[in-house]
């Protein structure tokens, strides 16, 4: 008996509606986050992750709207990530509710901004996300560098060290997305995860890449990885939360059933 | 029955909503989130939250005299619930911020988690972030209806350990056995986020909005 891994379902948000889909049996609307957060809740999930695919900045208010909402009757921990570029954006965020505060670009841009929130509102809800990208040639010492945009722009940052400096700077945990594995459903970039994972005190979160149950323990056992986040496999019903529970568990992986 | 009011102190350290929807959720009572002492006192039960650096948070309630008004809800006999680093403040002092004194109200001190490799060799991150199992090790009104051994959402940095053991309600384990809840006469704190806990969290604000306030 001891601390469980968990299983972070993720919520893409457009303008408030959730984009992507889900497939939910009996579900009223498919689009809705407060919704479908609640039945993620229900389901069993550990924590849920909302990001905000909002392209404008204008919008943002939909989004501290739907926070609230989730916040006033899902009763696990709701992280937010998506355009959060200030000490400001964070503080809004938390006061609709959310637990923690994902920031992502903007950490890059202005590394301060981690160090300045984790003073202001303590490590425990600043959560950095680090979109990695393989570099490495065949043959060659692997290594992973930042990409923004998508996946589409290099940075030239090393993501192991990357990691490092966040963790250093105050983050208290780090979502770790593979941009080579994101969509693919070929399972999570096991080495950065565990390069990551292991180069940091502070709790790592696998994103990228579920296809299956299996992918989702490989993570914990391969990637030593704290948490695993997906999206597709629960928003379209291919496998349940208890299922993959059940699955982890027969791993020999401590969950919370 | 005319709900209870429940008064959660706010003393300027993060977002008290979470706290606040739970408690609705959790049974029949109007909560007020606030930081009038004139307030706390009308209430009928008290919840008293914390998050972030408890250096921070003891300067605050120090600066907002809180710790007198803490201390008068301890000796009315009213039911207090203390969450994270609210029950870390509770102690007598904490190894954080470079030293903190505390408000007294157990014998003992918080203290980092050492961190290290548990006995399977997996690092121990800090924070301990995540669902634990707390073992009942008190019989106390405010487990009625949870299983022993359930699950409770943890997240923090710093661990309390009573001087004496029988101020222990609950234990959990993270690299060492630390306590996941503290009671003595009306107080009853938790170091996990009941508000966060999902039902057994649930569980245990409506065990406390039921709560008499003795053990």
Not at chain 2, 47 to 70: N, Q
Not at chain 2, 82 to 105: F, H, K, N, P, R
Not at chain 2, 163 to 190: S, V, W
Request: charged letters at 20%; glycine letters at 10%.
């Amino acid at each position: 008996m001891g601390l469980a891994k968990r299983i972070i379902p993720c919520l893409d948000v457009d303008n408030g509606r959730v984009v992507k889909g889900v497939n939910f049996v009996g579900i009223r609307d498919a689009g809705d986050p407060v919704e479908i957060a609640r039945r993620y809740n229900q389901a069993g999930a550990d924590e849920i992750t909302f990001l905000d695919i909002t392209a404008s900045h204008e919008n943002r208010d939909t989004t501290v709207h739907t926070v609230e909402q989730i916040a006033r009757e899902v009763f696990i921990p709701l992280t937010v990530g998506g355009g959060v570029r200030s000490v400001d954006d964070i503080r809004v965020l938390l006061n609709a509710g959310a637990d923690k505060v994902s920031i992502n670009t903007a950490a890059i841009h202005n590394p301060s901004l981690v160090q300045e929130s984790a003073d202001r509102f303590g490590s425990q809800c600043i959560v950095v996300a680090i979109d990695a990208k393989a570099v490495h040639e065949e043959g060659e010492t692997p290594r992973w560098e930042i990409f923004t945009h998508g996946g589409r722009k290099p940075t030239g940052i090393d993501a192991v060290r990357w990691a490092e400096k966040m963790a250093d700077l105050g983050a208290g945990e780090i979502l770790l997305t593979s941009m080579d594995r994101d969509g693919t459903k070929n399972g999570f970039d096991l080495a950065v995860t565990r390069a990551i994972s292991d180069a940091v005190p502070i709790p790592v979160i696998a994103s990228g890449g579920v296809g299956n149950l299996d992918h989702l323990a490989q993570g914990v056992l391969q990637g030593h990885a704290d948490a695993v986040l997906a999206a597709s496999i629960f928003h379209f019903g291919e496998y349940t939360i208890a299922e993959a529970k059940a699955h982890m568990a027969a791993c020999g992986i401590e969950m919370r059933q | 029955m005319a709900p209870q009011r429940v008064a959660v102190i706010d003393y300027g350290m993060g977002n008290l909503h979470s706290v606040e929807s739970a408690l609705q959720h959790a049974g029949n009572c109007d909560v007020v989130v606030t930081h009038d002492a004139a307030v706390v006192a009308a209430a009928d039960r008290v919840v008293f939250p914390g998050v972030g650096a408890i250096g921070d948070c003891m300067a605050e309630i120090k600066r907002l005299g809180f710790d007198r008004l803490i201390s008068e809800v301890v000796a009315s006999g009213k039911p207090l619930l203390g969450i994270c680093v609210g029950m870390q403040a509770m102690m007598e002092g904490s190894e954080e911020s470079g030293g903190t004194e505390c408000l007294g109200l157990f014998e003992g001190v918080v203290q980092r988690f050492p961190g290290g490799v548990d006995k399977q060799g997996n690092t121990l991150k800090i924070p301990h972030m995540g669902w634990n199992t707390v073992q009942q090790t008190m019989r106390h009104p405010l487990w009625y209806g949870i299983e022993n051994n359930a699950r409770f959402y943890f997240v923090h940095s710093y661990c309390v350990t009573p001087t004496k053991p029988e101020a222990q309600a609950g234990g959990c384990e993270y690299g060492l056995p630390f306590a996941a809840a503290i009671a003595r006469d009306n107080i009853f704190a938790t170091q996990f986020h009941p508000e966060k806990s999902h039902d057994s969290g649930l569980q245990l604000l409506t065990n406390f909005l039921n709560w008499n306030g003795s053990c």
